[in-house]
């Protein structure tokens, strides 16, 4: 089989793997929840590519990505739910349906009130596959505003998420400053944990979380991406301490063989280099 351009390449690809008596036996032992944790993976690897700039990454890891895609609708073919044409199908409906102003007779003359048509189309989708679920027996999606968040998102996301809901009827801060102090608040308590004996893990996990939680907000009070600003610093600190190997190399040491004194001096020489 050679490579090709064309999709349906691809999809016979994944159905020679998944076949039971000629595939590879590592795919087609797999099934939907154990390779979502790959799809997720590849997401993330995509965002890597974006964040570092490197379109020859980029290109490679929408391929990763996109055979995600085909993975899960081939295994969805197998048990008779659906195929990779029905998501195309899907996904190109939902895409029309929510451009009215591009591909009908609707006008959109700001990106916000493209957007509001946007959301308002999404609601009547929502309701219309609500229907459809309840028409099947399916169990209907939980009520209430914070609902709407998916779960599967990753925490901090899902965090923002939930905090930009909220605030859309007025549960929110109007000032970074209050939220800073709320941090504040939560590193109180979380040291109240750590002073407590004996230690209570269940309620260090608790206080932790909500630190977490409140430095967030402050992001999105910033108008920032906390999964970018995290990414950012474990950069700088993958460099800054690939920097301190380099050093001791030097002398023919390891971090292991150096002091924690020695190598904070030469966090901060890596500090002051990086300004």
Request: with cysteine; charged share 30%; proline share 6%.
């Amino acid at each position: 089989m050679t490579p090709s351009r064309d999709i349906a390449r691809l999809i016979e690809i994944m159905a020679a793997l998944r076949d039971p008596a000629t595939g590879c036996p590592w795919d087609v032992e797999q099934d939907f929840r154990s390779i979502a944790p790959y799809t997720i993976e590849e997401a993330y690897e995509v965002a890597d590519a974006i964040e570092r700039d490197d379109p020859v990454d980029l290109c490679e890891e929408l391929g990763d990505l996109l055979l995600q895609v085909v993975y899960h609708a081939r295994m969805a073919e197998e048990a008779g739910l659906f195929a990779f044409g029905d998501v195309v199908e899907a996904i190109t409906r939902k895409m029309i349906r929510r451009h009215p102003h591009v591909f009908g007779d609707a006008e959109a003359r700001s990106a916000r009130s493209a957007k509001g048509q946007w959301e308002r189309i999404k609601a009547e989708e929502k309701a219309e596959r609500a229907a459809s679920k309840a028409a099947h027996g399916l169990p209907a999606p939980p009520a209430g505003l914070l609902a709407q968040v998916p779960t599967a998102l990753p925490a901090l996301e899902r965090a923002v998420r939930l905090q930009a809901k909220a605030g859309t009827v007025g549960f929110d801060w109007n000032d970074p400053k209050a939220v800073l102090a709320k941090i504040r608040e939560e590193l109180d308590e979380i040291e109240a944990e750590i002073d407590r004996a004996p230690p209570d893990p269940e309620a260090r996990r608790d206080e932790l979380g909500d630190v977490l939680f409140a430095v967030a907000n402050l992001a999105r009070h910033l108008a920032l991406d906390p999964e970018g600003a995290l990414r950012q610093a474990n950069e700088k600190f993958r460099r800054r301490f690939a920097h301190i190997e380099r050093r001791l190399a030097e002398t023919g040491r390891a971090p292991a063989q150096a002091s924690l004194e020695e190598m904070e001096t030469i966090w901060q020489e890596a500090k002051t280099a990086a300004r």
